[in-house]
């Protein structure tokens, strides 16, 4: 009866063991969550496993992933947040997969109005912008800003701003909802359904607005190192770039 009872309990452990599904952490910035979330849905298929998203601006990822130790993969929306933070010895391995690019998103019913960016200081206009010590598009909106006129212009569009966000996904839905007239953010997001029935787009000369390197890393306390690789191996596949693509990534 013994033995019965201890082959019983090991079948019933055996079996809830196996039924534990590796789970991996992702640190994405919200402007590469829906590309991401496509590609999480193939590695969880083929690897059975679970893979949560946590999603934020790029600065508050990097302290959370630094403070928790936890965590498989990060992608920022800049590769100015890899390279600055390589110093720390958490990411051990990187691979680019896509750019992205600022433009400015300008409500679509006064889109013909809007010059370029001299209208960041235009007090006509209701502005909203990025804080630049959060979010990686808030970084950029104050390079691009400075080096189109100098550092005292940067500083004018920023009091003209009626608000100051954290985050892309914030600075989007503030035009949709009509509280603001136009922004600087990552153009990638102008293609979600969510955001090109009501707004437009204005390309900026890369002579201010660069191309941004998409860099995601494996971190080095990963405990699903095979899987995360595997995703790594995805993103800069051919099937990885023309799920970007999709999503208006360059």
Do not use: H
């Not at 590695?43 to 999603?55: H, L, V």
């Not at 701003?161 to 892309?168: G, H, L, R």
């Not at 990552?186 to 607005?209: C, G, M």
């Amino acid at each position: 009866m013994n033995k019965i009872i201890i082959t019983l309990i090991f079948l019933v452990s055996s079996l809830f063991a196996n039924s534990i599904k590796p789970t991996l952490i992702f640190y994405c910035g919200i402007t590469m969550i829906k590309p991401i979330k496509e590609m999480a849905k193939i590695i969880e298929d083929k690897y059975n496993c679970k893979i949560k998203i946590s999603q934020g601006s790029s600065k508050d990822l990097y302290n959370a992933l630094k403070y928790s130790k936890k965590g498989d993969l990060y992608l920022p929306g800049s590769d100015s947040y890899i390279k600055n933070n390589l110093k720390d010895g958490y990411i051990i391995k990187s691979v680019e997969i896509g750019y992205n690019k600022a433009a400015i998103f300008v409500r679509k019913d006064i889109s013909k109005e809007i010059k370029g960016l001299e209208d960041f200081i235009n007090n006509k206009y209701s502005t909203i912008l990025c804080d630049s010590k959060s979010g990686s598009i808030g970084r950029e909106t104050k390079k691009i800003l400075s080096s189109f006129k100098n550092e005292e212009f940067y500083y004018k569009a920023y009091d003209n701003s009626v608000e100051i966000e954290t985050d892309s996904r914030n600075l989007n839905k503030a035009l949709v909802e009509k509280r603001a007239d136009l922004t600087i953010n990552w153009r990638a997001t102008f293609f979600w359904k969510e955001n090109n029935s009501y707004l437009n787009i204005i390309e900026i000369d890369e002579k201010y607005a660069k191309k941004k390197k998409l860099e995601l890393s494996l971190l080095s306390f990963s405990k699903n190192k095979e899987i995360a690789a595997a995703f790594l191996d995805l993103a800069e596949s051919k099937k990885g770039q023309e799920i970007m693509k999709k999503y208006g990534f360059l």
